[in-house]
């Protein structure tokens, strides 16, 4: 072995943080860890051996900020960096930094980065290793002619992607010319318009997304720890995962280990990583990229190798060699734990955690960052936790994660948890009473999320639409029972009972007291030209365009003045880390933007205003804009 790591600074925050200084306990190695204001009381901060203050209230001016962290190496003394994943884990420029002040980067070399970095350099790698991608092409869109031959060419539905998308973003399904040719106008029609950063690529309807959790050491020894499923997805973003994945022929699961080792080798990968595929009901297998940092559903080939992954990354980043991965030992499932709610298509939420009962037992595993007190902001990510369940095969694991759910309490933010409760009881996920395996990426969304095209209600994206419904005029959600829990005949029972009846019966006052208040976004104003928020306005008619959801804005479309379609993409946000599209719900003129790009926005804040064609009482008067927004 080289190097030994004697210091470990971990470049991240939250449940990743707290997962890599553990195991550098256990492995004697000091660590240091980094943290915004917000992070202060966080429990991976006081459990590493030193600890540095990230000023700033941006993630740019703190875990993004590479020369602040470089910085910090020299002040602390590490000779080693753990990015996690997110933040700086995938970017080139800050690994070579690393290198460059005498320190361990621990992942692959910054050149790898660069090949695997830009899903267009990733499809030409693929090709050098051959590997086939999906049918697409490996060079940035230049012109709608292009798009239009490819479409004919390969058939709709087809996906135009942003090179630099990573974790569901920028990913627009595109279904006939109409579409295509729209989405070429709202990416092109401004000054600097994006779309030499798209590519476009075949969209495979009905396939699994399958990987495989992979290392490479610098003796040139490749294993792959095991495979996973993760079909399971909500905006092109995971929610279950599984391994091994389940259902596949030894031939397929052969072939998912050899493209595997070619990409590495083609790359000179040294370092862990994961490799990610989609494979259709055929068998085919199409590569789709390769993640080079460690990932969320690392656990699952954790407790079915009975390795650990980080100890493994701090070898192979010390010049020692990987362990081989034994055979697979049982089943596992993961479940992230998101303040999402399933009653509005898994819409981000924000507020504060008011109780947090974990489940325990045998083969349960929780890894989080949060605890009860805690504020999930919209400018973090949703998750709070993941909930990993092992038993001796899947069925077994399915019954397991069954007992779980009803074990796990969580209140303050909505959660995914009576979602899940629905998936592991059905056949269709589940494979029981003789029911075949019939899960794809877009399962999920088919079956108990989206029923209506992306440009329904007020042209925001189905997964966002009626964010608001069922909301008092504060924007938070009104609960239309209460629940007690009463002995009868000394028989234990709960007793649900409409809200009305119950504050009638109590004067008003709730009997276990009235929530704590949700938590704002952070930094953003005060510009609500919009209708109550909760009330339900498609702003075809009134031509205000309100946010549906607290966020950040990335990106205008438009200009003042501008004439749009309907369904013209007129704003991008961001929750949750989550891209969502804000379309025109009917052809107009733009009179107003309220928002800028990196501004924060409330739930029902007005964004835009439109001069409706054929519409009365249009938001086309700027003055009466203009007092509203204050």
Known sequence: MGHIVKKLLIA????????????????????????????????????????????????????????????????????????????LSEVPSFAQKVEAAGAIWVGPHHTALVDLGDKITARRVALRAKVPPVPGLSESVKDIRTLLDFAHTHGYPIMMKRTDGGGGHGITVVRDDEELRRFYTNHDALEGGDLDEYFIEKFI?????????????????????????????????KLVEEAPAPFLSEKVVETLKEYSRRLFETVGYTGLGTCEFMVTPYGKVYFLEVNPRLQVEHTVSEEVSGLDLVREQLVIASGGELTPAPEPRGHSFELRITSEDPATNLTPSAGTLERIVWPSGPGVRIDTGVVEGDTVSPKFDSMMGKVVVTAQNRLDAVA?????????????????????????????????????????????????????????????????????????ANGEKKETTETFVIEMNDKRVKLTVPIDIVENLTGGVRARGAKRPTQPLRGSGSHSAGPARGAVDDGAKSGIIASPMQAVVTRINVAEGQQVAKGDLLVVLESMKMENYVYAPAAGTVTKIFVGPADGVEAGDTLVTLDVVGASGSAKDPAKGEEAAK
Request: hydrophobic share 35%.
């Open 12 to 87: 991240n925050r939250g449940e990743i943080a707290l997962r890599v200084v553990r195991t550098a306990r256990e492995m004697g190695i000091a660590t240091v860890a980094v943290y915004a204001e917000q992070d202060r009381g966080s429990q991976y901060v006081s459990l590493a051996d030193e600890a540095y203050l990230l000023p700033g209230d941006t993630y740019q001016d703190t875990y993004l900020n590479e020369d602040l962290l470089i910085d910090i190496i020299h002040r602390s003394g590490a000779d080693a960096v753990h990015p996690g994943y997110g933040f």
């Open 400 to 472: 397991r994660v069954r007992r779980v759910l009803d074990e796990m309490t969580i209140e303050g933010v909505p959660t995914p948890i009576p979602l899940f409760k629905k998936i592991f009881r059905d056949d269709a996920f589940t494979a029981e009473h003789g029911h075949a395996f019939d899960v794809s990426t877009k399962w999920l969304e088919r079956t108990y999320l989206n029923r209506e095209p992306d440009t329904v209600h007020a042209g925001q994206p189905a997964s966002l639409a009626g964010a608001t419904a069922g909301a008092d």
């Open 205 to 237: 309807d009905k396939a699994r997304h399958v990987e495989t959790q992979s290392g490479r050491d610098s003796h040139g020894n490749f294993t792959v720890y095991s495979t996973r499923d993760c079909s399971l997805q909500r905006r092109n973003q």
